[in-house]
């Protein structure tokens, strides 16, 4: 494994400034470090650069904001979301979610942001460098010109995205927040997801998922989680559901 | 890159110098000797790394040395009071909690944060709160009885 150098920042423009000051694909944001250091351990990516975001003050915790909104910080820790009272009470599902990410040590560090901008992942991508070594590189990996999921497809990656708390935040109608030092915006978190898992998420360089913004809530709904290893692993896929919001039925005439 | 790190382990101050991209976990085992922290799998799975940092459970080997800068770190070595073990620990050699030992310091430093949390767990939140610690020998449930004592022993005043 190649050296890094950390950099601790202290708030979010800075992060930005030191990101774009390396050339492309040399630094990468750290919150939790808990999927991050594992890939660089696999070998599937190599920073020179570690920006460290997690001293960044004012992005921990949950707050009501106005319009019956709640604001949550991206660098909260899963641990915290999962038991937050209100969380619990107001939007279980994603209570639920967040408490279904891994084991406590790894909720204690990893963080909701970090779980939302989780980098997609397959068994055939996400394995050591002795067990990748029994393929060719695929499409995500440099220089693969197959994806070993969808062997026939012409083009794309079909890792997925893996973060369990995406689905009831999206069923939630959650919104992020990204800024960088040249400014802000706010997208839906649908739109917030491209198609290749190669480039999954619509951050531009830079960019940092600052804060997730709830819709007030209007129902409990449920979120289920199907994983290959019922203690701890990775989802094969979530489910989030939400009764519709005007109380019609969802299959009428039953 | 390396910089100097100052913190508390097990309420022992330490400074020393270490790599930016040195693990807690080596710090612990290779610089200060503290080989109670396990390297199972290095990658967040099997727990036997866990160290208590801040108060909080963690896995040693997915946290950067220099994210413990200030902060305190207690390790299996600083649970006990000289000879008196802690209860869960004492709780552990009396159900017979252990078999090979390996994944132990793990289980134990888990239940300790556990029960620091919910003094009182149902068996559901044992489980649970275990569930980032592997054990390779056998079942689970002496180590779940070992628990239940812990917490029993803890709620009486008994410990420490």
């Known amino acids: 494994m190649n050296p890094f150098k950390l950099i601790k920042v202290e708030d979010v423009p800075q992060a930005s400034r030191v990101f774009r000051e390396h050339p492309p694909g040399e630094a990468v944001f750290m919150a939790g470090g808990t999927d991050l250091l594992v890939l660089r351990r696999h070998g599937l990516i190599r920073p020179q650069v570690v920006i460290y975001l997690k001293g960044i003050s004012g992005l921990s915790g949950c707050r009501p904001a106005g319009d019956g909104n709640l604001v949550i910080g991206a660098l909260t820790p899963l641990e915290t979301v999962a038991r937050d009272a209100y969380v619990r009470q107001a939007y279980p599902l994603l209570a639920d979610a967040a408490g279904a990410v891994g084991s406590p040590q790894i909720r204690h560090k990893g963080t909701i942001g970090g779980n939302i901008c989780l980098n997609s992942r397959c068994w055939f991508f996400n394995r050591s460098a002795f067990w990748r070594a029994e393929y060719p590189h695929c499409r995500k990996a440099s220089g693969g010109d197959v994806c070993y999921v969808m062997p026939e497809s012409r083009k794309g990656c079909f890792a997925l995205q893996s973060g369990d708390t995406v689905a009831p935040l999206t069923a939630l109608g959650a919104s992020l927040r990204l800024v960088s030092d040249q400014g802000e915006r706010v997208v839906e978190i649908e739109k917030f997801y491209g198609t290749d898992g190669r480039q999954h998420v619509a951050l531009a360089p830079g960019e940092i998922l600052s804060e997730i913004i709830l819709p007030p809530p209007r129902a409990k709904g449920v979120f289920v989680k199907f994983r290959p290893r019922n203690n701890m692993d990775f989802a094969t896929f979530t489910l989030a559901v939400l009764p519709p919001q005007t109380g019609e039925l969802i299959f009428p005439g039953q | ?160």
């Open chain 2, 1 to 160: 890159m390396t910089s100097v790190l100052n913190f508390s382990v097990n309420g022992e101050a330490v400074r020393l110098e270490v790599d930016d991209d040195e693990t807690l976990l080596e710090v612990l085992r290779d610089r200060l000797h503290l080989t109670g922290a396990k390297e199972g799998c290095g990658e967040g799975q099997c727990g036997h790394c866990t160290v208590i940092l801040n108060g909080e459970s963690v896995n040693s080997c997915l946290t950067l040395a220099l994210e413990a800068q200030g902060g305190r770190c207690l390790t299996i070595e600083g649970l006990s009071s000289g000879e008196r073990l802690h209860a869960v620990q004492q709780a552990f050699v009396d159900q017979g909690a252990i078999q090979c030992g390996y994944c132990t310091p793990g289980m134990v430093l888990s239940a300790v944060d556990l029960l620091n949390k919910i003094p009182e767990p149902q068996e559901h939140e044992i489980r649970e709160g275990l569930k980032g610690v592997m054990c390779r020998c056998t079942g689970y449930y002496k180590i779940f009885e070992a628990v239940k004592q812990a917490a029993a022993a803890e709620n009486k005043g008994d410990s420490q």
